[in-house]
């Protein structure tokens, strides 16, 4: 049986020369040259022993070069996403939640909750080694795509017309689709390290890709979950191309997509006006959501009325008038317009700023990490993220059709932050792998 326990990769430090007048192979020494009347080197030039005080500074000095590493920049920048979250999750649900629960804090204080667990599950993941991972990597595949299967049973439910819950104890819900893009990331990044050159062969390619493919499917017909499975099949494409050596197979693929996607909805909207099919409406709406209003377009309309009249500034924190039972769940995917309307483009900066420097220091440990398992990992978490933010962000604004994609950290879901914040142990984890310096 293989072992399947993923070992550090470091780089071998270089053997170093010896320095001349240290002494080598010829049994020569320092005090041997000076006594030589024909040393190559100027007396001057020997190095001396330093004092007490010089030996003890010097001997700090190594000791602090191999000092373990942790993020504090990327623990800061969590704290700051999570707080303006709850800010605006308050701000945005408190007129819906006082009228359908008659709790203006309904919506808050459950996220307030589920966040403030989840941040100290972050930081016990945080403690625990990455590379176990590795070892219980296909299991946590499996499991996520059992638990998947189980919406399918009685305990799941189906909200808003989607089936995509697992039914708990205590009136909780679970969202198993987020669990399968931490074992995607998890179990992908275990076996690219574990093929090894073997991914330039076709049928590494193709064997990665197969479990890539599963998981998607089973995101797409087991939870009726479209968007997240692209995410899925995303976060594997892209970590494929992070170690395969040629790129341009890659661009070529990405170009040919985006022609069958335009020349499509070209086509579509020269010939199609209607359609029984969710997703072709969804499509119909985004192309013309004037004229299909009454069909899907409504919260389009009304997320685009609340960017338009926010201006560069907003109205004012609280002061959002599509919020007042305009915008159906704008708690959820639609949170973005309301802090426009609120807080103007100004606000939509900050929260970008956030994310690009939240990103960035996924950049960054992916960059440092020790080995590629834990780069591997890290590079995930940043497609993960990358991905969710860009399509909610072009959902809100209509550049892509609606989807259930909701913007991390910001918007209401217990299990979307709780999985969330898991990625970002295991990311502050491999940042303690990090050594300063030779150490």
Not at 370 to 388: C, E, K, N, R, V
Request: with cysteine; net charge positive.
């Amino acid at each position: 049986m293989r072992s399947r326990t993923v070992q550090p990769i470091r780089n071998n430090g270089r053997k170093r020369a010896t320095p001349p007048g240290r002494g080598g192979s010829d049994g020569s020494s320092i005090e041997a040259r000076r006594k030589r009347p024909d040393a190559t080197r100027p007396m001057q030039s020997v190095p001396h022993s330093p004092p007490p005080a010089e030996k003890k500074a010097g001997k700090k000095k190594w000791v602090k070069k191999g000092i373990r590493y942790f993020d504090y920049d990327l623990l800061l920048v969590i704290i700051f996403l999570m707080c303006f979250g709850l800010v605006m999750l308050y701000s945005t649900s408190a007129y819906s939640a006082q009228s359908d629960f008659e709790n203006d804090m309904y919506y808050f204080s459950k996220q307030a909750v589920i966040s403030v667990l989840s941040f100290a599950a972050m930081f016990i993941v945080s403690k625990i080694d990455y590379h176990i991972y590795g070892a219980f990597a296909f299991e946590l595949y499996i499991f996520a795509m059992i638990m998947m299967a189980l919406v399918q049973t009685p305990l799941g439910i189906e909200i808003y017309g989607a089936r995509r819950w697992i039914q708990l104890p205590g009136n909780l819900t679970l969202q198993p689709s987020e669990i399968t893009k931490i074992a995607v990331i998890l179990f992908i990044s275990y076996e690219l390290c574990r093929l090894g050159k073997k991914i330039n062969t076709r049928e590494g390619l193709v064997r990665i890709m197969a479990f890539g493919v599963i998981a998607a499917g089973g995101v797409m017909f087991l939870t009726d979950n479209l968007s997240t499975a692209i995410i899925v099949m995303a976060i594997t494409c892209i970590l494929i191309f992070v170690v395969h050596p040629k790129t341009k197979p890659f661009i070529a693929v990405v170009g040919a997509f985006t022609a069958v996607a335009v020349v499509g909805i070209s086509v579509m909207a020269a010939t199609i006006t209607t359609s029984e099919n969710f997703r072709l409406r969804r499509i119909i709406t985004w192309l013309d959501p004037e004229n299909h209003a009454d069909k899907g377009g409504f919260q389009v309309m009304q997320g685009l009325y609340a960017i338009g009249s926010g201006g560069f500034f907003g109205k004012g924190l609280g002061n959002s008038t599509q919020k007042l039972g305009v915008i159906p769940e704008v708690q959820n995917d639609m949170i973005l317009s309301i802090v426009c309307e609120e807080l103007g483009v100004f606000g939509a900066i900050v929260i970008l700023v956030l994310f690009g420097l939240l990103l960035y220091r996924l950049m960054f440990i992916a960059r440092n990490a020790p080995d590629l398992y834990g780069s591997l990992i890290a590079t995930g978490i940043f497609a993960h993220i990358a991905l969710q933010v860009i399509l909610n962000i072009a959902v809100v604004t209509n550049l892509i059709p609606t989807t259930g994609i909701t913007l991390p950290f910001i918007s209401y879901g217990g299990t979307s932050i709780l999985f969330l914040m898991t990625e970002m142990g295991i990311a502050l984890g491999i940042s303690r792998k990090i050594k300063l310096g030779d150490g």
